[in-house]
């Protein structure tokens, strides 16, 4: 079975760009979606980017604040955020759309997604 491995997560100070990996173990998704949760929060979904073309969509809560991609060759997808702020900190977790061949539809939704990593921390603070 697929499983997944977050990295990069780190402490932060504000304003200090950051880059998060997800590394699938095998190429058997179609999409990868990024979640974050933080302290006392409900789960909220930030991106999802699409295998098979590259199509990406942002929550708009961080359009603009950050940026998806992925290397296929490396079943990695990756979430820069530019400008950590605070509010920010948090776990940042993937996971993986192992059922619909289209990929994302859109924002991520965490019904959609059938496998998750354990996540990694990021905490923003002078």
């Known amino acids: 079975q697929l499983h997944l491995v977050e990295s990069g997560g780190r402490l932060v100070q504000p304003g200090e760009s950051l880059r998060l990996s997800c590394t699938a173990s095998s190429s058997d998704y179609y999409a990868i979606g990024w979640f974050r949760q933080a302290p006392g929060k409900e789960r909220e979904g930030l991106s999802c980017i699409s295998r098979r073309d590259s199509d990406t969509y942002y929550s708009a809560s961080v359009k603009g604040r950050v940026i998806t991609s992925q290397d296929n060759d490396k079943n990695t997808a990756y979430l820069q955020i530019i400008s950590p702020q605070p509010e920010d900190t948090a776990v940042y977790s993937c996971?993986?759309?192992?059922?619909?061949?289209?990929?994302?539809?859109?924002?991520?939704?965490?019904?959609?997604?059938?496998?998750w990593g354990q996540g990694t921390q990021v905490t923003v603070s002078s």
């Open positions: 996971a993986t759309d192992n059922t619909s061949p289209l990929g994302c539809r859109g924002p991520p939704r965490a019904y959609e997604f059938d496998v």
